[in-house]
Each structure stands twice: as C-alpha cells, then as structure tokens.
C-alpha cells in the first residue's frame, strides 16, 4: 500500500540553523515524490519534486531508494521559511498523489 | 488566468444539515482531486477524476459524501447529513496531463455544530 510518513508534527530551529524534515515513504512501484508548502494565508503549492534535482529557495531533497526516504534539507534557515511542508508521493506518470500528515516548521529569530 | 477556484470558503453549518463545496479547476487540467485536511490525519485523499471521470474514490469516508463532476470547469463535494467530524478545510486541486504537479486552491473551511 501507499504511505507517506512525516514522523515529526512540529520541528521549531534558530534562524541560520541546519534544518531536515524527514519523510519517509511505502511504494511497491517507481515513485514520484515532492515536497509541498504552505505560507501562512496562501495556497499549497510545490516546493520541489526529486525529477528536476534542483535546489528551490535554498532547499534540496534526495530520493533515497534504500532508505525509502526523501528528506528535506536546508542549511540555513531563514524566518520565512517558517510555514507548513507535506511530502507527496505519486506514482511516475500516474495520477494519484498521496500527502503525509505534514511538519510545521517553526524558525525563531 | 485566478487559478483553482473554491467556494464558499467558509461554511458554517449546523449537524444534519447538507453541505455543497464546488471547485473550478485550471482551464486545460484534465484531472482534479478533493482533499480533507485536519490537524491529526493532515491531507487525506478522498476522490480524484480525470476526464471528467472518478477514478478512485476509496477515500471517501462514507456514503454521506459524494462527489460529481459533471464538464471539465466544474465539481462538487456534497455531505448530507453532516456531522462535527467532518469539520475540515477541503481542498480541490487540479493538475495537467502528464505533469505531476497539482494546482491547489484556497481551500473551504467547515464548520459543522
């Protein structure tokens, strides 16, 4: 079955700290995974997707197929990066696109 | 072009009562999806169409919802009766053949008492 596991509810750093929010997932097939986020009194909307491997607003993810995992890092945070991330799986050309349960992040001045 | 459009955006209603979310998605997007999200289960899956046509529904909690898409502009999500769990933001978002990417909305807050 499709899972997508964000184990942590609420992860609260220092402005300028490392940050990593964890996502792991459960496909049996070939996934496409993402990272979506949701700024205070705006819309979800992508963040990144592990095809294009490029580095949005500083952030980057790995798809890690033994680990069955797709972290998203960050080596500095900055205030405005304080907002809800939901990580998403589809399959690859498929339609259906499950969300984990999300991780608030919190980064304090 | 506004992007995906819901309405209302907020619903105060009282349990028992029957309650209409609609959604018009992107021009051009050939599936569209309805989401419920709450503070403990996050986004939930409940149904997505492409082509006008649902696909999977599995996550439709029970028989008091429905979904409809009757053309490409439009879709509904209807609960009757409604209770006070269902108290949500639903989200219908839309997403273009073979991108990946979906297009969300501003979401519909419910209330149900």
Redesign the interface.
């Known amino acids: 079955a499709q899972r997508v596991t ?1 184990p942590e509810k609420l992860l609260s750093v220092f402005k300028g700290a490392p940050v990593e929010l964890k996502c792991n997932y459960s496909y049996s097939g070939s996934p ?1 995974l ?1 990272w ?1 986020v949701q700024y205070s009194r705006q ?4 963040l990144l ?1 592990h095809i294009s491997r490029e580095s949005i607003k500083g952030f980057t993810a790995d798809l890690n197929k033994g680990e069955t995992s797709f972290h998203l890092k960050k080596p500095f945070a900055q205030e405005e990066d304080s907002a809800m991330y ?1 990580c ?1 799986l ?1 399959s690859t ?1 498929g ?8 991780t608030r992040l919190f980064v304090k001045a | 072009d506004a992007g995906v459009i819901q309405s209302p955006r907020h619903e105060v209603t009282e349990m028992g009562q029957e309650v209409t979310l609609r959604c018009k998605p992107i021009s051009g997007h050939n599936s569209l999806f309805w989401y419920r999200q709450t503070m403990m289960r996050g986004l939930e899956l409940l149904i997505y169409f492409n082509n006008n046509v649902p696909i999977d529904d599995s996550g439709m909690p029970e028989d008091r919802f429905s979904a409809k898409m009757p053309n490409a502009s439009f879709s509904t999500l209807k609960i009757q009766p409604s209770e006070p769990r269902d108290s949500a933001v639903y989200f219908c978002a839309s997403q273009a053949a073979g991108s990946g990417e979906l297009f969300f909305g501003e979401g519909s807050r419910l209330t149900v008492l």
């Open positions: 964000q496409e993402f979506y819309r979800l909307q992508l997707r939901y998403a589809s050309g339609f259906k696109t499950i969300f984990g349960a999300g």
